[in-house]
C-alpha cells in the first residue's frame, strides 16, 4: 500500500517570501501525485497534478510541483507567496493504471502568511 | 463543485445511535469515497467504491459501513456513534478514467457526536 508524508506540519512565511512544501511517498510502482489546497473553513481544491511527461508541473494561483522520482518526492513550490495562500495544502498520491485505485493524502502542512 | 452534494452539512447526535451521511453526484462518475479529516491526521480514507453495489475498506474503516445503491448516491452509516467519530467527512468523486483523474470533493460534514 502506499503512503505519503509531509515532513512540514506547520509553516509560517511573510509575504513575498519563497515557499517549498515537502512531499515524499511510499510506493513501489509507477503513481499519480496531486497537490490540493483547503482554505478555512472550505473544501479540498486542486492545486496541481502529475500523471506523467514533463517532472515539473504548473498548478494555479503560481505553484508549482517537481516530481523527482529518485527522491520519491514531489515537492510544492511558489517564488512569492500572498497573504491569501494561508490554507491548509495536502499532498496525496494514488497508483497509475487500473481503476478505483485509493488516494492516499499526507497529513497536511498548515501555512501561515504574515503581511 | 463536480455536482457533489452533501447532506446534512452539519449534525450533532449522542453516543449510540445510528447516523447515516449522504453524498450524491449529479454527473454519474463511477468512483465515490468517503474521507475523514481530524488535526494531525489529515485525510484518511474510510470506504470507497467502483461502482453501483462495488464498495471496498479504506484505513480507517471501523465502525462504518457504506452502500452504494445508485450511481449517484453513496452513503455513509455510523451503526453506533462514538465520541471518536467526532469529524469533518468528505466525500469525493473522480471520472471515469479512474487512477488517471483528480478527485473532487464535495464540501463536507461536520458530525459532533456528544
Known amino acids: 500500500a502506499q503512503s505519503v508524508s509531509q515532513h512540514n506540519h506547520h509553516v509560517i512565511l511573510s509575504e513575498a517570501a519563497s515557499l517549498e512544501l515537502g512531499c515524499n511517498y511510499s510506493y513501489g510502482g509507477t503513481v499519480n501525485l496531486f497537490w490540493y489546497v483547503q482554505y478555512p473553513g472550505q473544501h479540498l481544491q486542486l492545486l496541481l497534478k502529475y500523471f506523467s511527461g514533463d517532472p515539473l508541473v504548473k498548478g494555479i494561483k503560481g505553484f508549482e510541483a517537481e516530481f523527482i522520482k529518485s527522491k520519491f518526492s514531489f515537492n510544492l513550490r511558489k517564488p512569492s ?27 497536511g502542512t498548515q501555512l501561515k502568511v504574515e503581511l | 463543485d463536480a ?86 467527512y468528505f466525500c469525493a468523486i473522480r471520472r471515469q478514467g479512474g487512477t488517471n483523474t483528480e478527485a473532487f470533493f464535495g464540501q463536507g460534514t461536520r458530525l459532533t457526536v456528544v
Request: with cysteine.
Open chain 2, 3 to 88: 455536482g457533489i452534494t452533501q447532506s446534512p452539512r452539519h449534525k450533532v447526535t449522542e453516543t449510540g445511535t445510528p447516523v447515516t451521511l449522504r453524498c450524491h453526484q449529479t454527473e454519474n462518475h463511477r468512483y465515490m469515497y468517503w474521507y475523514r479529516q481530524d488535526p494531525g491526521h489529515g485525510l484518511r480514507l474510510i470506504h470507497y467504491s467502483y461502482g453501483v453495489k462495488d464498495t471496498d475498506k479504506g484505513e480507517v474503516s471501523d465502525g462504518y459501513s457504506v452502500s452504494r445503491s445508485k450511481t449517484e448516491d453513496f452513503l455513509l452509516t455510523l451503526e453506533s456513534a462514538t465520541s471518536s467519530q467526532t469529524s469533518v
Open chain 1, 81 to 107: 507567496v500572498q497573504w491569501s495562500d494561508t490554507a491548509e495544502y495536502f499532498c496525496a498520491v494514488t497508483p497509475s493504471g487500473g481503476g478505483g485505485n485509493k488516494l492516499t493524502f499526507g497529513t
